[in-house]
């Protein structure tokens, strides 16, 4: 069997990631690595779907792992008895990247390695879990906070407007989801502002993983069931407690502008709500419209990378289907 081997379960929200890769862990010997830049956040449990057990603790590797120069103390949950790591790395107000991720997820999935296990890297973050095993061309350009604060109270069409003007070619280059896409505009603009204002040189970023083979799930299904899936999943958070949640967070001082409340999809449809201008009712439909939104946006992403072998979850037979691939890869020397 290849040594340094990873297995990544993508796809969009509510297709199952988590439990099929628990699943897997148990049938190939492997933990969970999180790849989703949500469930980063402490005290954010109900809404970006950890499901935990009640009582879990937190648990920290005998094997102390740290990150140089690090804040982040990187531990794992127990999920049905595997390992599941990069949950509540960061308070809801660190503005946590791509950057943080690659940095705690290398020395995680190296340390799984040492231990001869498979590392299964799940999640729905397609950004994240591509600037991992295939690097990041800007990944040295920081955030430009006060910018993105200017920027984000204008409109698709501004934000092209102003992208075009300062590089035309990398607005030529995105796609059609892209160029709607607000937050993916103002990235363009910052990275661009930034080269063009300063003698700042891109360098690409090259994974240090040295990955001896890796296999990549993604798991999909019609849009009428996906929806389906997506409604009853939000329905299960309102019944375990979405909104005692945010109450919380927001006694603890966390606001709609100081934190990853304001930014997170299951939170930021609440602030209406709290605020006295929107009943539940109308939060909820507008919570499911936006989770169906994303998952559109998600398989949009999926899509451009042909490595990955798609699997119906609609279909009765697929989990066998994914066991039997895994098998045939995993066992090849």
Request: hydrophobic share 35%; net charge positive; aromatic share 12%.
């Amino acid at each position: 069997m290849n040594k340094n081997k990873i297995l990544i379960i993508c796809g969009p929200t509510a297709t199952g990631k988590t439990s099929l890769g628990i699943s897997l862990a148990k049938k190939f010997g492997g933990e969970i690595v999180s790849a989703d830049s949500r469930q980063v956040y402490k005290g954010m449990d109900i809404g970006t779907g950890k499901d935990l057990p009640v009582n879990s603790k937190f648990q920290i590797p005998n094997s102390k792992i740290k990150i140089p120069n690090s804040k982040f103390q990187i531990g794992y949950y127990f999920l049905d008895g595997i390992p599941i790591w990069l949950y509540d790395l960061a308070d809801p107000d660190y503005r946590f990247n791509v950057a943080d991720y690659i940095s705690c997820s290398e020395v995680v999935i190296k340390d799984i390695w040492r231990r001869k296990k498979l590392p299964i890297l799940v999640g729905g973050t397609g950004f994240y879990i591509k600037a991992l095993i295939d690097g990041i061309q800007t990944l040295g350009i920081a955030p430009d906070w006060e910018l993105r604060e200017k920027l984000k109270k204008l409109g698709v069409e501004k934000l092209r407007e102003i992208l075009k003007e300062i590089d035309p070619e990398h607005l030529k280059k995105m796609n059609e989801s892209d160029r709607n896409n607000p937050r993916r505009l103002i990235r363009a603009i910052e990275i661009a502002k930034k080269i063009q204002n300063s003698k700042f040189k891109v360098q690409n970023y090259n994974p240090k993983l040295k990955i001896g083979s890796l296999l990549i799930i993604g798991l999909k299904a019609p849009y009428r069931v996906l929806y389906e899936r997506i409604d009853k999943r939000v329905e299960e958070r309102i019944k375990q407690g979405i909104e005692v949640e945010i109450k919380r967070l927001l006694k603890r001082g966390y606001n709609w502008e100081n934190s990853a409340l304001g930014t997170t999809l299951g939170y930021k449809e609440w602030q209406p709500y709290f605020e006295n201008l929107e009943s539940k009712e109308e939060i909820i439909q507008k919570w499911k419209y936006e989770e169906h939104a994303y998952a559109r946006r998600q398989m949009v992403w999926f899509r451009k990378d042909k490595r990955i072998y798609w699997f119906d979850i609609s279909k009765v037979s697929y989990q066998k289907e994914i066991e039997k691939l895994i098998e045939k890869w995993y066992i090849k020397d």
